[in-house]
């Protein structure tokens, strides 16, 4: 089965489960720093990879560590022991992400990401974010970054989708059809 069906399934259980007993919130904020740590530390994947060489308790400790020693919770906790239990371990990375996503959605907050060539001001960020309620209903939630190498216009991307306005794109379709062009004449 595909690794992104099962990861999204735990993800889905994991978002049911909390919203009935009225912790999404704090384990939304736990399973943020989570994913945090394991994405920014190697050697705590490698660790929870490792089927036979760590016992679930050693498990749950490099968790527990993660969460900077705070007390994690219940909910959290079951569904962790619950991921190890059925060897699903090498998908908790793609589960909590999978969830922050839908827990996003379940709020109306959709993450976006605006690269431009120089820095937007405060009123064309709002516009976005106008623009970006009014298409898909959600409240964007937007993080900017600048790359003079875009020359002008903007790169937008919302989930899995992109919106490529930038010179250095236009001028690359450009580039590219007037070498297409030019080797059907030679």
Known sequence: MDAGIIASRYATALLKYVLETGAADRVYSEVRRLSAALDRVPELRSLLDDPEGVS????????????????????????????????????????????????????????????????????????????????????ALITTRTDPALIGGFVLEIGDKMLDTSVKRQLDNIRRSFIDNNRRIV
Do not use: C, N
């Not at 308790?57 to 991921?83: H, I, N, P, Q, Y």
């Not at 793609?94 to 001001?121: C, I, N, Q, W």
């Open 56 to 139: 679930t308790e050693a498990k749950m400790k490099v968790f527990r560590t993660a969460l900077d020693g705070d007390a994690m919770s219940e909910e959290l906790d079951r569904f962790l022991r619950l991921v190890i239990s059925k060897d699903r371990i090498s998908l908790i990375r793609l589960m909590l992400h999978d969830f922050e996503e839908k827990y996003r959605r379940h709020l109306g907050l959709v993450d976006v990401t605006m690269v431009s060539a120089v820095p937007l001001s405060e009123a064309t960020i709002d516009a976005f974010k106008a623009k970006i309620k009014a298409q898909t209903g959600l409240t």
